[in-house]
């Protein structure tokens, strides 16, 4: 089975600070591909990262970040020098190989303070 | 390219009552998902659709139904409704459904069951 956890459900950050998102997941397949949704307050998901499990690379987007460990089941997300349009809800998922469903987590709710 | 479309945007109805709710995926993509968020459980899988025919399901009871049609369009169902079926229902497409495409979500139906 797998279970997607992201243990923050609400973090509040003054505009330029830095912030984590953690995201701890469990998988049994050895090929599995994460993702991070951003839900801002008008509801529809946007798509902002897709890592596949055989690539641990990071990645930098502008002032996205995304921290790939697989020894620790972990795909951490941090914005750099934040500001309020990144207040939204962030999702962290996973899917496994094949044609399999996508499993969402809790999400962690951001919140940008000017 | 337009992306994923639901209509209609809001929805009420009364207890007992069904709902049909339509999504039309970006053009080109053929699996279609179909999720349930609610501020108690999150965003929950409710099942997916590919070239017509429903290849995933999740855990939800009878009442929660589908169908795709051959040009991708979907429609999700729900019948004698009870006040626990208000939430934010995310349709969501892929090109073919695989792990590795990257869903793409629409706006969201919200509906309200009084």
């Known amino acids: 089975a797998q279970k997607v956890t992201q243990a923050q459900t609400e973090i509040s950050v003054v505009e330029k600070e830095d912030v984590t998102l953690d995201c701890v997941y469990e998988?049994?397949?050895?090929?599995?591909?994460l993702f991070w949704y951003k839900q801002p307050p008008s509801g529809e998901l946007v798509f902002l990262i897709r890592r596949n499990s055989f690539d641990e690379q990071n990645e930098i987007s502008g002032r996205y970040s995304w921290n790939f460990q697989k020894s620790t089941s972990s795909f951490n997300f941090t914005i750099t020098a934040s500001q309020v349009v990144d207040s939204a809800v962030y999702f962290c998922a996973l899917a496994g190989p094949s044609y399999q469903k996508v499993t969402f987590g809790t999400g962690t709710k951001l919140q940008v303070i000017p | 390219k337009a992306g994923v479309t639901q209509t209609p945007r809001y929805l009420i109805k009364t207890r007992g009552q069904q709902v049909t709710l339509s999504c039309s995926p970006i053009?080109?993509?053929?699996?279609v998902s179909w999720y349930q968020q609610t501020p108690g459980q999150g965003l929950q899988f409710l099942f997916e659709y590919f070239s017509e025919t429903q290849r995933n399901k999740g855990n939800f009871p009878g009442r929660f139904s589908g169908r795709q049609f051959s040009n991708s369009r979907s429609e999700m169902n729900v019948s004698t409704l009870e006040l626990g079926d208000s939430a934010l229902y995310l349709c969501?497409?892929?090109?073919?459904?695989?792990?590795?495409?990257?869903?793409?979500f629409g706006p969201g139906t919200r509906l309200t069951v009084l």
């Open positions: 998988t049994r397949d050895t090929t599995y591909y």
């Open positions: 969501a497409s892929r090109v073919t459904g695989f792990s590795t495409d990257t869903q793409y």
């Open positions: 053009s080109g993509h053929r699996s």
